[in-house]
DNA sequence: TAGATTGTTAATCGATTAACAATC
DNA sequence: TAGATTGTTAATCGATTAACAATC
């Protein structure tokens, strides 16, 4: 029916904007302008109505979105209405983490289990009451009832559990291994790399050094050892 | 002398290249081609050239790149040459995770010390023996001896430690809540949002049910469920 | 020389923004 | 009606890619 062809950098926009409706909420405020929306996060008013436009018409001409409204079409849209099963790989120091992450409580986001292939960490359970199980029984357990698979294992081990997950019919992967795994047509995985993360701050450090150079405001770390 | 007017995304690749390469160097080739590099990671060779080339001549027409010289050539552009000194603040199970994590000790980066505001914590350490100090600390212990802040504290209390790392003269900041901290001109902050990214994968599956409607090839886990 | 591959220019593509008619 | 703000078109901007002269 609709062809939504929206990028990525669109998907990731529209939660920021439903966040922002979501602390107005308590505020009991009953319109919002695009113009508001688009301060409250650095962008351009003409940017969120074209993000928005692109599900349908959620506005009124001279007058705005209604905020109760505009925050329901962005939930279904996201799909946040549905509660996402989530299982994570890994019950390493990242998993346990991950697994009792606050964060993830609110928005339709549950973690039901953890998967590891430790003997010792089999049968136990994370501080937050989940179930650790044997990779092996992912399959089984998982089939059907899984919608997110989050990957917290070392990279050597990370295209074996992704080819799992995919196996088990868990279609949507985040990835914290610093790889980039394969997965088929239709399936998706995106990585959250944080050596690249790091690396990418390294490089901003590097090139403040060089444009800096004659009046630093501010002496970089690395320069001053380097020069002490 | 150069002006390197570089975007985000070329900053990551370069990353992508490094690491490409690090793997190549067991197997001792000398030398490579823009084409094998691109292939590795499903970009464009021509990409690959563009992006080498904003930063010099590395290459041999008609030979390719030397894989030892490119390598150096990298960590010299991304500052992975000197050691970055990390902190992380929030001693929290994602802080603790983050400074155990295996990936940060190669490529020059190195945790330094945690921070935190429980009284429980401080004094303790790591068990990879990274002490915790109190966050009141930050300015006299990190002062010019600290390149990188990591920020795993929650929601709430983000701007607020962002606003003491800026004060402690640290430049570069990682910060994994959700939110979008507010630094000043010449510091940069980087945020990882796992919630955004969760939200993202909703999105992802949202779409597929949507558009498969007709013909699943693996029926979604919540559609079944609201089937079932 | 013939074959290969770089560095770079010009063309293409996609995303953002400015501007405005439509509408309350 | 006058003022405001949407939805959308056209212009702009930036990033990617195709193509090729330069070079080994």
Same mark, same amino acid.
């Given at each position: 029916m609709t062809k939504p062809r929206v990028s990525e950098l669109t998907a990731s926009r529209l939660s920021l904007y439903l966040r922002f409706l979501n602390q107005l909420e308590d505020g009991e405020t009953a319109m919002v302008s695009s113009r508001a929306m688009a301060d409250s996060m650095g962008a351009t008013s003409a940017q969120v109505r074209r993000d928005?436009?692109?599900?349908?018409?959620?506005?009124? $001409?001279?007058?705005?979105?209604?905020?109760?409204?505009? $925050?329901?079409?962005?939930? $279904?849209?996201?799909?946040?209405?549905?509660?996402?099963?989530?299982?994570?790989?890994?019950?390493?120091?990242?998993?346990?983490?991950?697994?009792?992450?606050?964060?993830?409580?609110?928005?339709?986001?549950?973690?039901?289990?953890l998967f590891d292939v430790d003997p010792d960490k089999v049968g136990n359970e994370t501080r937050g009451g989940i179930p650790i199980y044997h990779l092996d029984d992912l399959e089984s357990l998982a089939a059907g009832k899984v919608d997110v698979g989050i990957v917290s294992v070392p990279a050597e081990a990370a295209q074996g559990v992704v080819d799992c997950l995919v196996a088990a019919g868990i279609r949507a992967v985040l990835n914290f291994a610093p790889v980039r795994p394969r997965v088929p047509q239709g399936f998706r995985c995106k990585s959250v790399d944080l050596t690249l993360e790091l690396e990418s701050l390294s490089f901003f450090l590097s090139l403040q050094e060089l444009t800096e150079g004659d009046d630093p405001p501010l002496a970089g770390a690395a320069a001053e050892r380097s020069a002490g």
């Open positions: 928005l436009a692109s599900f349908g018409e959620f506005g009124v $001409r001279g007058v705005g979105y209604e905020v109760k409204q505009l $925050r329901a079409e962005l939930e $279904r849209i996201l799909g946040l209405d549905q509660t996402l099963h989530v299982v994570i790989i890994g019950a390493g120091n990242l998993g346990h983490a991950l697994a009792d992450y606050p964060g993830f409580g609110g928005g339709g986001l549950k973690v039901v289990a």
